[in-house]
């Protein structure tokens, strides 16, 4: 009978110190918009790299890009205040749909209240489809250890220039 005492005893202890592991985490929600610029003389995103056949896929399939992207409070770009940036890089990998790669890092900047913390973000962004969710994958600073998910809205979209803004709802839990 001792040993099944002791081992629902050391069960008992195993979960009191996961609950209270569990309850010092923090949640936070981030809500930005994602400024893709591709036109005009200070583009933000430019094509670094492309298959033989990007040109005449339909997807663009095998185009990388590079990013620096501004992340603002509000949707326009020359009225809302500048929360951070989006660096990293996206590859068209949909042969047969606008399918994205993300590889990114959200750095947060003065002001955000979160200056130089970062989210990392990693994953699948489906064009086709309204709202877009990725992995969090972890994060610095502020967000040191994070995990959680981005969802990812198109808030407008310019055919002609390929400028993008997209709404970015992020939910992250972290000590």
Do not use: W
């Not at 809500?31 to 663009?60: L, W």
């Not at 590859?91 to 130089?116: I, K, P």
């Not at 040191?144 to 002609?160: I, L």
């Amino acid at each position: 009978m001792a040993p099944v005492s002791f081992l629902l005893t050391a069960f008992a202890v195993v979960l009191a110190l996961f609950a209270a592991s569990a309850s010092a985490e923090k949640e936070t929600h981030l809500r930005f918009y994602f400024h893709d610029v591709m036109s005009g003389p200070s583009p933000t995103v430019v094509r670094v790299a492309e298959a033989s056949t990007t040109n005449t896929s339909a997807t663009s399939f095998g185009a990388v890009y590079a990013m620096d992207d501004p992340l603002t409070e509000g949707p326009d770009l020359n009225t809302s205040r500048l929360v951070g940036r989006a660096q990293g890089l996206y590859v068209c990998d949909g042969r047969d749909s606008l399918s994205l790669l993300m590889a990114m890092n959200f750095v947060f900047l003065d002001g955000s209240g979160y200056n130089g913390s970062t989210v990392a973000v990693v994953g699948p962004n489906i064009a086709g489809v309204p709202v877009r969710e990725m992995p969090v994958v972890g994060g610095t600073g502020a967000f040191r250890f994070a995990r959680g998910y981005c969802q990812a809205q198109t808030y407008s979209y310019d055919v002609k220039t390929g400028d993008a803004i997209v709404e970015y709802n992020v939910y992250l839990r972290h000590p």
